[in-house]
């Protein structure tokens, strides 16, 4: 149980372009998800909360009309990198929280690689 | 702010060689601590939450403890392929977010 997709694995574009970037809960119910970006080597870096029929929380410095989130069901949220420059290529990486009784767990996806031209 | 550090950055083990891999925190209420493995190109895959001090979990070769202060990933008898970073995070009373210390990059060599 608890698994979640991202969809695509890996994104090249040109620099200009749009990107979208889905995050599923497979098989739990999911009223927060998160979205980080991950440096080679590094870290996550938490870069928004986005919840469920609400707009998302962004971190201090990331642009929020630059990553558009949308929360629009309990199993999908979507991650949209806006007019994408060489700067954004990273590997950007979602989970889902999965609560219920007294558990309060956040589960990964497999990660997407976003390289811009 | 919560903070969590963990040590070494980087671990070399030869096949069998038991350790300890540490987290240290700081935090404003403790709701949980995390542990994650994350291999190369992939996203973390849960392996415990610990949620108070004296608490353990047990998973295979992996054993979580937990004080007031830190926590620790034992590895006993590692085989290469727990070759992984392993990340450690805790979540505080504060709010839902996770944080993440800079992990701890195992290499299991046979």
């Known amino acids: 149980g608890a698994v979640v997709s991202q969809h695509p694995s890996r994104v090249i574009c040109k620099s200009g372009t749009s990107v979208k970037i889905e995050c599923r809960s497979l098989?739990?119910?999911?009223?927060?998800m998160f979205w980080y970006r991950q440096f080679p080597k590094k870290s996550l870096m938490l870069m928004a909360t986005?919840?469920?029929?609400?707009?998302?929380?962004?971190e201090q410095g990331v642009e929020k009309d630059k990553f558009l989130i949308n929360h629009a069901s309990l199993t999908l949220s979507t991650l949209t990198v806006t007019s994408a420059h060489p700067e954004d290529s990273s590997f950007y990486i979602c989970s889902a929280r999965a609560t219920g009784g007294w558990t309060d767990t956040q589960y990964f996806g497999p990660g997407t690689r976003l390289t811009v031209l | 702010e919560d903070q969590v550090t963990q040590s070494p950055e980087a671990l070399r083990l030869q096949e069998g060689e038991s350790s300890s891999l540490n987290c240290s925190y700081t935090v404003s209420g403790l709701r949980g601590l995390f542990w994650y493995r994350q291999d190369p190109g992939k996203g973390p895959e849960f392996l415990f939450t610990?949620?108070?001090a004296g608490e353990e979990k047990e998973k295979e070769r992996l054993k979580a403890t937990l004080t007031k202060k830190e926590s620790f990933l034992h590895i006993t008898a590692p085989k290469p392929e727990d070759s992984a970073t392993y990340l450690c995070?805790?979540?505080?009373?504060?709010?839902?977010?996770?944080?993440f210390g800079g992990g701890t990059r195992l290499m299991v060599k046979p």
């Open positions: 610990l949620y108070s």
């Open positions: 995070a805790v979540q505080g009373h504060a709010g839902n977010m996770l944080t």
């Open positions: 986005s919840n469920e029929g609400s707009k998302a929380t962004y």
């Open positions: 098989d739990f119910q999911a009223t927060t």
